[in-house]
């Protein structure tokens, strides 16, 4: 019998193709949806997560919080922000780490004619360990650099290309100056003079050229360009602060005190102000966790929305429908179809709009994925690897979803339509 | 006894105005008659025939079927004595758009349980027994009114009912597949079929060989012609 009313149902449905096709539109959007969201979730995960692990593996990162004016006021006068010296104790105090303190400053170099404007990153020897990056030519920062506040830059590779071409920059001569914000202010009617005199140019012996490493984290490391951390601070910062630091954990199990003792050194340091974080990887994947866990709730609650609607749409159908074969509704209540005949008749019919749909919205949501993925991918700077990811159970997730929509949004239908009384229906007109 | 309705009273209320479709109706009708029920409009013959037919229940009084207390059952149980004592015919038809004559004959005994090769040798059956043998995977809109009142009529007799209902048979049809359709009703009387025939028309009712007249709800008159009588019907 189930094989009868499951024949009925695909002759009544197929007897009205555009209601039907119309119908399970609403699923189809409402699946692929599900499954398109769930993908792109998926995929950021993947990129994000293997993003982090490609900086390196047991690091820990330390940066200066940012104070409100309030706390600024209140800890005046204090040992604040983070300074080469906390590197250089936290060397002292814990010998096993590995410690490359980290100098950003927005610059330009310039080889002859050819120029480049970016990131300029003033480290120390430990950096290139730390990060798994070496020179593929020439070498890295050396700790006499580091004392001698030596001019000497190490290209990454793109770089190198960018200024040299295909020449050798080794032992070359580079101008770097400080760019971005800086120079344009320099170039504002009053304090222009002033600027230029205490900024400047200065020439920079090409030591070392860095072997392709690819991007990470959203940052190209073939874009990047290394001098000595204590260069960086006297001839660009004046001053001897540090953006960050990077330091390697020998030990992977012991992270999490390592973390929380080098945190509670900085303090002290600090003269009790905690104006320092101090993050390891695990912590960035669990953050990622996190992000990603509110994006999947979110772009899961759209779709969920989405597939609703599709929902409604079927009820809306079944109702119609239930109205407009009242009178067989009455002539099978009429012939001994019980009422959970009836009911499942109905039920059927809705099931099968949303299996169908579910289907079709299987196809489409994995079309739309990767069509989506590729936009990612290519309004992204560095998302390359931004890619759709779809997973067998999101695909299962969604079609479960789907029939559960049937039947659930179907379900009000049938019953209606499974209480109607024999003897009215037969008489509807 | 196969039909007893004892003090049957049935009471519609539609906001404020309560209207008395039965009023204390006493009827008995034995198996094998042949029973006309006439009566004008609003004189109750279709409340009679919907509670006869199992498709509601009357406000007050006893109704027995075939030995069944009607008005004792819940829901699910007078579907099942529809399904299996009771065979509908009704003015309109009701079949099925989109489903062949075989399965529209086929849908009372799919509801009572049969295998699909049980249904379709007992459709096909009925079907060469009304005379649409070469109609049987038509279409209802592939048929004339009276080709598919005997689909009708073959669904009816699906699982061998007790009772054929019939509700202004003839109603729709020109008057020689009326006829044609009586006189089927003849020859099923003639093998002992119970009918019950509800129309508006005397001549239609004269083929019945008892024929009882309803007024607002009650028994006007209930008059049999000789009980013995199927005469011409035989040969048919």
């Known amino acids: ?429 | 006894m196969l039909i007893t309705l004892h003090h049957i009273n049935k009471i519609y209320t539609t906001g404020e105005v309560a209207v008395h479709a039965l009023d204390d109706l006493n009827i008995e009708i034995e198996q094998g008659e042949f029973v006309a029920i006439i009566g004008q409009s609003g004189s109750g013959k279709t409340t009679l025939l919907d509670i006869v037919g199992c498709l509601s229940q009357p406000t007050s009084g006893d109704y027995w079927l075939h030995g069944s207390h009607i008005n004792t059952l819940p829901d699910s149980e007078l579907t099942t004595i529809r399904n299996r004592k009771i065979g509908f015919i009704f003015q309109t038809f009701h079949l099925l758009p989109r489903k062949s004559a075989l399965e529209n004959v086929q849908l009372p005994l799919m509801y009572a349980g049969a295998t699909r090769a049980q249904q379709q040798d007992r459709a096909q059956e009925l079907l060469t027994r009304v005379g649409l043998q070469d109609r049987m995977q038509h279409h209802s809109n592939q048929l004339s009114g009276g080709q598919q009142q005997r689909v009708a009529i073959a669904r009816a007799l699906a699982n061998q009912p007790a009772l054929l209902l019939a509700d202004e048979p003839t109603g729709n049809l020109d008057s020689q597949s009326g006829n044609e359709i009586l006189t089927i009703f003849d020859k099923l009387h003639g093998q002992g079929q119970t009918i019950v025939m509800i129309t508006h028309d005397p001549l239609i009712a004269q083929r019945a060989n008892r024929r009882i007249t309803l007024l607002d709800g009650r028994v006007l008159a209930d008059e049999s012609t000789e009980p013995q009588t199927h005469p011409v019907l035989q040969e048919t």
């Open chain 1, 1 to 429: 019998m189930l094989g009868a009313i499951f024949r009925d149902a695909l002759k009544n449905l197929s007897s009205n193709m555009l209601r039907s096709g119309l119908t399970m539109l609403g699923v189809i959007i409402g699946v692929a949806s599900v499954i398109a969201m769930m993908a792109i979730v998926e995929g950021g995960q993947v990129w994000l997560v293997s993003s982090i692990e490609k900086l390196g593996t047991n690091l820990l990162f330390v940066w200066k919080k940012r104070l409100t004016i309030d706390e600024r006021r209140m800890f005046a006068g204090r040992n604040l922000q983070l300074r080469y010296d906390d590197a250089l104790a936290i060397r002292n105090r814990f010998p096993d780490l590995k410690v490359a303190p980290v100098i950003d400053i927005d610059g330009q170099i310039k080889a002859g004619e050819r120029d480049y404007s970016g990131r300029i990153t003033g480290t120390s020897p430990e950096y290139s360990e730390i990060r798994n990056s070496h020179p593929a030519s020439g070498r890295f920062i050396g700790t006499t650099d580091i004392q001698t506040w030596n001019r000497s830059v190490v290209l990454g590779k793109t770089i190198a290309e960018v200024l040299f071409g295909t020449q050798s920059p080794i032992g070359k001569e580079v101008k770097i100056f400080l760019g971005g914000r800086k120079r344009k202010k320099s170039e504002g009617p009053n304090g222009e003079k002033k600027e230029q005199e205490t900024v400047g140019e200065y020439r920079f012996t090409v030591i070392g050229v860095m072997e392709p490493k690819g991007e990470a984290y959203g940052q190209d490391r073939d874009e990047m360009i290394f001098i000595p951390v204590t260069t960086a601070q006297r001839f660009f910062k004046g001053n001897d602060k540090i953006g960050s630091m990077i330091i390697h954990v020998p030990d992977r199990n012991q992270m999490e005190e390592v973390t929380h003792k080098l945190h509670q050194f900085l303090i002290q340091r600090h003269d009790g102000v905690d104006d320092i974080r101090v993050r390891n990887q695990g912590e960035f994947l669990g953050a990622i966790d996190q992000t990603i866990a509110t994006f999947r709730f979110v772009l899961g609650g759209i779709a969920t929305v989405a597939l609703l609607v599709g929902g409604i749409g079927i009820m809306n159908i079944m109702l119609v429908t239930v109205t407009e074969r009242t009178r067989e509704i009455g002539l099978r209540k009429a012939i001994g179809a019980r009422r959970q005949d009836i009911l499942l008749q109905f039920l059927i019919e809705s099931t099968t709009i949303s299996v169908i749909g579910g289907c079709f919205g299987i196809i489409l949501g994995i079309f739309a994925a990767h069509g989506f993925g590729n936009m990612v991918a290519q309004s992204m700077p560095g998302g390359g690897d931004w890619g759709a990811v779809i997973k067998p159970t999101a695909i299962v997730v969604a079609f479960v979803f789907a029939v559960a929509v049937g039947i659930g949004f179907g379900l009000f239908p049938a019953i209606k339509a499974s209480k109607l009384d024999p003897a009215e229906a037969l008489r509807y007109q």
